[in-house]
C-alpha cells in the first residue's frame, strides 16, 4: 500500500475502505508507512486499525515512535494497546521511554500485570530472565490430552506460543515439555505424564542471553522454558526474540571488532556527536600506542640514513603483520562466539597457528625475495625483509590467537582484542624485528 | 551421561539400561557422546536408540561422522533414519557426501522421494529452494476447523512444523495461512477461509538465503512459505534453518572482513594448508599493494633524509587513517546486512561520514599538537602532523563509506570492502598526503 493513497482516503474520510486495504498489510510493515504521514494522520491512522493489528502494529515500532504516539494517545486507548503487548515487550518499552511516559504506561496497566513488570523489571540487562515473557501454557501432568486441548484453548489465546507447553507440579517446577504436535495427534484419554519428554533443556533467569541463543543454535527449538534456582519455571524465551539477540550480539561485536564502542541505536538514528563519541576513545588509545612504534624508528635513525631503502619497506611488513594477526584472531573470536573453540583449546589452537603462520611466512618471504632480486638485485635485502615477514607472521598469529582467548579467560570480550589493537601491538614488534634483523645482517 | 558410564554399559552388554538413561539425553547432544567412543561402539550404540532419537541424533551430526556411519550401516537401517530426516536435511546430507556414500543413500529411499529429492538438489546454492523442506500442513479454504484438525492429526507427524499451516486451492496457489493458535480457540464448525490471513509474507525458490533470514528478522515467524514462480506453494524454511543460516552468514561476513577466503569448515576440522591457503591469496594481494605506500615512501627520501623525526610519525598516521577507515566501513557493511543502509542512502551516510571525520580529525589533530610541542617543542611539525591527521581521517572515513556501498552497486558482496583493503589503500593516500603536506610547510 502506498503512503499517497492512505493520505488520500484519510483526506476523503473513506476509513472503512482504508480500514479493508489495511487488513491486507504485514502489521510488521506499518510503522514504515506511518513514518511517512504527518503526526494528525498517525492517530487517526492509528484509531482505525483493529485492536490487534494496532497492537502488533504498536510492538514493531521503534523507542521514538512509539513515545510519540503514547503522548497522543487516551489512557483507554493506551491500555488496548499493552492489553495486546506480551509481558516481554511491555516490559522493554518501559526500559526504553522517558520517566513522564512510564508513569502513563504504568498508569493504564492493572493491578497484577504491574506486579509482573516489577518483578521483570529486576532482572540483570542482557540476561535470560529480561528478554523472556510470563505468558506460556502450563499443564499437568495428571492431565488427559483432552483435558490438556481445554487448557490450551482456554489460556491459548494470551500465551506467545503454544506449540511449546510445559508441565509442572503443584509447586510449579518445571516436569517436562510437550509440544501441541504430539497432543493432537495423541487420543484424547493418553495421560500428559506418557507424551511429555523428559530431557528438557532450560535456562536459568541469571543465565547470559547469548548462551540462550547458543542453545537456540544448538537445538532446534521454537521456545525454550527459563527457570528460576529453585528449578520453577517462571518464563520462556522465543526462538523470534533469540533472532533479534543474535543479531544484536552480532552487531555489537562488529563494533568492537572495528575499535568502536558498542551503541544499541541505528546507524542513522545516532547523531554525530555520538557517533564521533563512541569512535574517539579507542582512537586515542590506539594513536598513542602508535607512538610507541614511532619511538622505536627514531632509535634506528642512523640505520635507515645509511640504507633509506629500509624505510620503504615499513609500511608492507606492518600491514602484513596486521593483516595476519587479524586473520588469526577474528578466526578465535568467532570460534568462541559459537561455542566451537574452548578456553582449554588454547595449546590446540596455538599449535595449528604456528603451523600456519610457517607455511604463510615462507610463502610471503619467497615471493618478496623474488620482487626484491628482481628490482634491487640486493641479496642482504631480500634475506632482511624474508626473515623479518617471517618472524613478523609467527608473531602475529600467535598474539592474534593468544590474546581474545587471554581476554575470556579474564571473563572480558574477546571481541576487543580484535584487528586494531593487535595490529598496534604487532607493529610494535615488526618494527622492533625488522631494524634489529637489518643491523644484524647489514650490518649498520 | 558420561562417556565412561556408557563404555561400561557397552561391555557388560546392560543394553536396556543404556536405552533408558539414553532417553534422558537430547538428540542433540547424542553426537558428542558417540565422538569419544570407538567405531564399535558408536555402531552398538546408535542400534540401541529408537528410530526417532536415533534419526535426530543423525541431523545433529557433522558430515564427517554421518559419513563413517552411513558406512557402516545396512541398507535396511539407512532406510529407517532417513524416514526419519525432513527432505532439507536428506538434501543437505546428498550434497556433503562423497559419490558412493551418495550411491547407498539414494538406493534407500524411496521412488517417489528420490523425485523431490532431485527437484531440490536443483536450486542453486544458498537459494530459499535449497533450505527448505517439503513436508508442511496444506488445507482448503472450504475447510471447516474440525476437517483442518482431522488433516492435521493426518499428515502433521509428518510435517516439520504444524504451528503455520498453509491454505492452497486446487492449483496449490497459496491463498492464506492460519496458524495452530487459532484453529484451536476456534468453533469446529468455523470454515478456515473465515480465519485465515492473507497478508501473506512468502519467498521466491530463488531468492538468496540472506534475504530469508532478513524476512525472519523482520517478521517474528516461526516459518515461511516459499512460492514458485506461478505463486505455488512448494515448500516452507523454519525458523530453526534460518538461524543456523544467520550464523552461518554472520561467520561468512567476519571471515571475509579480515580477509579470510570464507571456509564452512571449523576451526579445528580445517587442515593447516587449507587455514594457509584460505589466508596466503588476500595477504598476497594486500602486501604488493602496500608497496605502493614503500614506493611513495622511496620518492620522498630527502624529505626524510633532512628531517628524519618524519618516519617516526608513519606508523601512527597509517594506524589512525585505517582504524577510522575500518570504523566507517563496518558500519555501513553491518548497515547494509541488516538493511538498515540502502544503496540509495550513499549521500546521507557520506554526509554523516563527514561530520563525524571533521570532529574526529580535530580532536586527534589537538592531542598531536600538544603531545609534539611539549615533546619536540617543534611548532611547524605540529602543523604538519595536524593537517595530515584530518585529511587523513576525512579521507579514510569517505572510503570507508563509499567502498562497501560501490561494492554492493556492483552486486559484489560489501564485505569484501573490509579492513583490510581500505587500510591498504588509506595507506597509499595518508603517506602521499603526509610528505606533500610537509614539503610544502616544512619548505623540503
Known amino acids: 500500500m502506498e503512503v499517497e493513497e492512505i493520505k488520500k482516503l484519510l483526506e476523503s474520510k473513506k476509513y472503512n475502505v482504508l480500514k479493508e486495504e489495511l487488513k491486507k498489510v504485514n502489521s510488521a510493515d506499518i510503522p514504515a508507512l506511518l513514518e511517512d504521514l504527518d503526526k494528525e494522520e498517525v492517530i487517526k491512522l492509528f484509531r482505525i486499525l483493529p485492536k490487534e493489528q494496532a497492537g502488533e502494529a504498536f510492538s514493531y515500532m521503534d523507542p521514538y515512535m512509539k513515545e510519540k504516539l503514547i503522548q497522543d494517545l487516551t489512557d483507554a486507548e493506551l491500555k488496548n494497546i499493552l492489553d495486546e503487548l506480551f509481558m516481554d515487550d511491555t516490559v522493554d518499552l518501559i526500559e526504553e521511554m522517558p520517566s513522564n511516559v512510564v508513569k502513563k504506561i504504568l498508569r493504564a496497566v492493572n493491578k497484577q500485570d504491574r506486579k509482573v513488570i516489577n518483578e521483570l523489571l529486576q532482572y540483570p540487562e542482557d540476561s535470560a530472565g529480561s528478554i523472556m515473557t510470563t505468558e506460556f501454557v502450563d499443564l499437568k501432568e495428571t492431565m488427559t490430552v483432552e483435558q490438556a486441548l481445554q487448557r490450551i484453548r482456554d489460556i491459548g489465546i494470551d500465551s506467545e506460543t503454544i506449540y511449546n507447553c510445559y508441565v509442572l507440579n503443584s509447586n510449579r517446577i518445571l516436569l517436562g515439555t510437550v509440544n501441541i504436535k504430539e497432543i493432537l495427534i495423541s487420543k484424547p484419554t493418553t495421560i500428559i505424564k506418557n507424551l511429555m519428554a523428559t530431557n528438557i533443556i532450560s535456562i536459568n533467569t541469571t543465565d547470559d542471553q547469548e548462551e540462550v541463543t547458543k542453545l537456540f543454535d544448538k537445538y532446534d527449538y521454537f521456545a525454550l522454558p527459563v527457570v528460576d534456582n529453585e528449578n520453577r519455571l517462571v518464563g520462556i524465551v522465543t526462538v523470534d526474540d533469540a533472532i533479534n539477540v543474535i543479531q544484536d550480539e552480532v552487531s555489537e561485536d562488529f563494533e568492537k571488532m572495528a575499535a568502536i564502542s558498542p551503541n544499541e541505536e541505528g546507524y542513522f538514528k545516532t547523531s554525530v556527536f555520538k557517533h564521533a563519541k563512541n569512535r574517539i576513545l579507542w582512537l586515542l588509545i590506539l594513536m598513542l600506542s602508535a607512538t610507541i612504534t614511532g619511538g622505536i624508528i627514531t632509535k634506528y635513525e642512523e640505520a635507515f640514513a645509511t640504507v633509506p631503502l629500509l624505510v620503504a619497506f615499513i609500511p608492507m611488513i606492518m600491514g602484513t603483520g596486521g593483516n595476519c594477526g587479524s586473520q588469526s584472531s577474528t578466526l578465535i573470536i568467532r570460534g568462541l562466539a559459537t561455542d566451537e573453540i574452548k578456553l582449554n583449546d588454547v595449546f590446540r589452537a596455538l599449535w595449528k597457528e604456528f603451523r600456519v603462520s610457517v607455511i604463510v611466512g615462507i610463502i610471503l618471504a619467497i615471493v618478496n625475495a623474488i620482487r626484491i632480486l628482481i628490482l634491487y638485485?640486493?641479496?642482504?635485502?631480500?634475506?632482511?625483509?624474508?626473515?623479518?615477514?617471517?618472524a613478523t607472521v609467527m608473531l602475529a598469529k600467535a598474539l592474534g590467537c593468544l590474546l581474545p582467548l587471554l581476554a575470556k579467560r579474564f571473563k572480558l570480550d574477546p571481541?576487543?582484542?580484535?584487528?586494531?589493537?593487535?595490529?598496534?601491538?604487532v607493529d610494535i614488534f615488526s618494527i622492533l624485528v625488522y631494524f634489529q634483523i637489518a643491523t644484524a645482517i647489514m650490518g649498520l
Not at 571481541?415 to 601491538?425: R, Y
Open 377 to 390: 638485485k640486493n641479496s642482504q635485502l631480500a634475506l632482511v625483509i624474508g626473515f623479518t615477514l617471517i
Open 415 to 425: 571481541a576487543i582484542m580484535a584487528s586494531p589493537l593487535i595490529t598496534t601491538l
